[in-house]
């Protein structure tokens, strides 16, 4: 079964506090792995994916195919992270990406000052 | 302005009413989805297009319906046959290929009374 599982609804931390947001995955084939995000009151917007290996805003991700796993970090958390925090897993489906995007739950990134 | 564009923002509808929804973007984007979005849930895909006058079911279709006449557009219908139709609903496109990297309009809350 494809799956995406983000384990915790709600992550509080202090400014400057490092952040780890949890994702797993199920899927037993070739995965691609995205984070996106939603601050309030804005669209829900693509934040990084695992091919580009980029770091945006400061966060950064590695997929763990042994792990299955892909947590998005941050060193130092800022006020201004405080948002929704989605993993989404996309499925390859043989002559191509479909383009179906499987959600988590959402994690709610809370940064206290 | 390019974009995606969900209207309404609000609806209320009776029980036993069918409602649709919005969705345009001028992205000229090949595909677009419909999902919903409820506290704790995360998204869940409704139903998605690859190309004009083709869609596909997602994980939870029943009681929803679309149509893809034109590129641009991708209306979905909330049918009286959907048990819990109050929820937020999103639209997205894509560029064909590009799985994963979804535009996102700014939804649209339903609520039956």
């Known amino acids: 079964a494809q799956r995406v599982t983000q384990p915790e609804k709600l992550l509080s931390v202090f400014k400057g506090a490092p952040v780890e947001l949890k994702c797993n995955y199920s899927y037993s084939g070739s995965p691609e792995l995205f984070w996106y995000v939603q601050y309030s009151r804005q669209r829900l917007q693509l934040l990084l994916r695992?091919?580009s290996r980029e770091s945006i805003k400061g966060f950064t991700a590695d997929l763990n195919k042994g792990e299955t796993s892909f947590h998005l970090k941050k060193p130092f958390a800022q006020e201004e992270d405080s948002a929704m925090y989605y993993c989404?897993?996309?499925?390859?489906?043989?002559?191509?990406?479909?383009?179906?995007?499987?959600f988590g739950q959402g994690t709610t990134l809370q940064v206290k000052p | 302005d390019g974009g995606i564009t969900q209207s309404p923002k609000y609806l209320f509808r009776k029980e036993g009413q069918n409602v649709t929804l919005s969705c345009e973007q001028n992205?000229?984007?090949?595909?677009m989805y419909w999902y919903r979005q409820d506290p704790g849930q995360g998204l869940r895909l409704i139903y998605y297009?690859?190309?004009?006058?083709?869609?596909q079911k997602g994980d939870i279709a029943e009681g929803y319906s679309v149509s893809r006449e034109k590129k641009e557009s991708f209306p979905l219908t909330v049918t009286s046959a959907q048990k819990n139709p109050t929820a937020f609903y999103l639209c997205?496109?894509?560029?064909?290929?590009?799985?994963?990297?979804?535009?996102f309009g700014e939804g649209s809350r339903l609520t039956v009374l």
């Open positions: 297009s690859q190309i004009v006058n083709d869609f």
């Open positions: 695992h091919i």
């Open positions: 992205l000229n984007h090949d595909a």
């Open positions: 989404a897993l996309s499925t390859y489906h043989g002559s191509g990406n479909t383009g179906k995007l499987i």
């Open positions: 997205a496109s894509s560029i064909q290929g590009a799985a994963g990297e979804l535009f």
